[in-house]
């Protein structure tokens, strides 16, 4: 089974609005974490956001914000404002427990138009 | 601060050679791991160190890959003989571990490598 799924291959937003990226995680164990990886064009991978299986509270980074949903195991990637640099691919991550390895999803590619 | 740097940035060679790539970690950091970016399979761990020891090296598809961490400020990829399937990006990263929690990981450019 996939530990990662990102069911959205690509998305398409206008400049100035809000948008949302899908992620869905598979893991047994309690304690694990989440992240959200931009890639753009030029290829480097740039942290966004983590959030802790434990946190009660919602991650936000700026004008990014992760809706946790723990029962629906998702972890979704809200985009405000989209900017035309926003345009890139989205990964979205999973560590389990005490390891530090990363298991990623396959992606989603957003393109924010004007 | 330098961030995670690797070498070389691109990298043409001819299958049957030995590639051999570099990565520095960020100062401090404990945690270094190589990934491998490919359209097929995305984004996979090959191997991660923790405090220069390899601790899961699951991902290594095969014996032609090796990877070393002789101290903790450098880390070599190697493969022997290199294969045109092992085109791909290669990610190094590092992170300061510290137990259960919150434990970002640093990437480093990569290292586009083309295996004719």
């Known amino acids: 089974a996939q530990k990662i799924t990102q069911t959205q291959p690509g998305m398409f937003v206008q400049e100035k609005e809000a948008v949302t990226l899908d992620c869905t995680y598979d893991t047994s164990d309690q304690s694990y974490g989440l992240f959200w990886y931009k890639q753009p064009s030029s290829g480097e991978m740039i942290f966004l956001i983590y959030?802790?299986?434990?946190?009660?509270q919602n991650a936000t980074e700026g004008r990014y914000s992760l809706n946790f949903q723990k029962a629906r195991k998702s972890a979704n990637l809200v985009i405000s404002a989209s900017q035309l640099g926003d345009s890139a691919m989205y990964f979205c991550a999973m560590r389990e427990g005490s390891f530090q390895k990363l298991v990623f999803g396959t992606g989603t590619r957003l393109l924010v138009s004007p | 601060d330098a961030g995670v740097i690797q070498s070389p940035r691109h990298e043409v060679t001819e299958m049957g050679q030995e590639v051999t790539l570099r990565c520095k970690p960020i100062?401090?950091?404990?945690?270094l791991f190589w990934y491998r970016q490919t359209m097929m399979r995305g984004l996979e761990l090959l191997i991660y160190f923790n405090n220069n020891v390899p601790i899961d090296d699951s991902g290594m598809p095969e014996d032609r890959f090796s990877a070393k961490m002789p101290n903790a400020s450098f880390s070599t990829l190697k493969i022997q003989p290199s294969e045109p399937r092992d085109s791909a990006v290669y990610f190094c990263a590092s992170s300061f571990a510290w137990g259960i929690g919150y434990n970002e990981q640093f990437f480093g450019p990569g290292t586009r490598l083309t295996v004719l």
């Open positions: 100062s401090g950091h404990n945690s």
């Open positions: 959030q802790g299986s434990y946190d009660e």
